[in-house]
């Protein structure tokens, strides 16, 4: 049997982090190991118990950004996702910038917090793809264009893939759509974001998902048909 995923949860909401620790202990494979409610008891845990995953809100006592710049300076082998209510923008990107790993919503499936955690335990930074989508169409008119140049260094393959996962597709959405396997979508991912120059999902969707909405090679194919869901 694997070794179980070991988390703490830090939260100042007590009947959130309830929930939230229920919710991780009925998916298998997870042990939930700690519980706070401030950044300091988080840093505390991170010392103690050295879980594999902390799970920080934004809006914790002391701040959870601060918290997760906290756990990465001292304690490297701890990453840290944050579960939040907040969506906005700029405590996405400052949290990845403090060292966070990983992105979700409070709100989101059970099965959606678990992708996030195992992506995140096996290395990986991840966001969840609807709260990636979400970010690109509230910030559309705001992004900028890249360069043709940019673009031309993804083949055309992975400009599908970009525009799939722009639109909030997951990776076994675009394996499915695409008709290939999950693990050829995660390799071609890799590729796009050693090609990108950036960190994680989130970032490539910001970088490439107006550019690659608009498209010709893209959106406008035969094979593509527009993107439109395929019929059922």
């Known amino acids: 049997m694997p070794d179980l995923i070991r988390i703490a949860v830090i939260d100042d909401h007590p009947l959130f982090r309830k929930g939230a620790v229920q919710v991780l202990t009925n998916i298998n494979g997870i042990e939930v190991v700690g ?10 845990l991170a010392q103690d118990l050295a879980p594999d995953i902390m799970l920080l809100d934004v809006l914790i006592p002391g701040g959870g950004i601060e918290a997760a710049a906290d756990i990465a300076r001292h304690c490297p ?65 705001r992004i900028k264009t890249v360069d043709d140049d940019d673009m031309c260094d993804l083949t055309s393959r992975e400009r599908e893939i970009m525009l799939l996962v722009s639109r909030g597709k997951t990776n076994k959405e675009v394996a499915n759509w695409l ?28 970088k490439y998902g107006r550019r690659a909405n608009a ?13 439109r869901e395929p019929a059922i």
Do not use: W
């Open 35 to 44: 519980e706070g409610a401030t950044a300091a008891e988080g840093l505390k």
């Open 77 to 141: 082998g701890v990453r840290t996702v944050m579960l939040t209510a907040s969506d906005d923008e700029q405590h996405v990107t400052s949290a990845f910038q403090a060292g966070a790993h990983g992105y979700v919503l409070k709100g989101s499936s059970g099965s959606e917090i678990a992708e996030t955690i195992r992506a995140v335990f096996r290395g990986g930074s991840y966001v969840t793809p609807n709260l990636a989508a979400r970010l690109l169409t509230r910030n559309r008119n």
């Open 179 to 206: 008709n290939c396997t999950e693990r050829t979508v995660k390799q071609h991912m890799t590729n796009i974001l050693r090609k990108s120059n950036v960190r994680n999902r989130m970032e490539a969707v910001l």
């Open 215 to 227: 498209d010709p090679i893209s959106a406008g194919s035969d094979h593509y048909a527009e993107a």
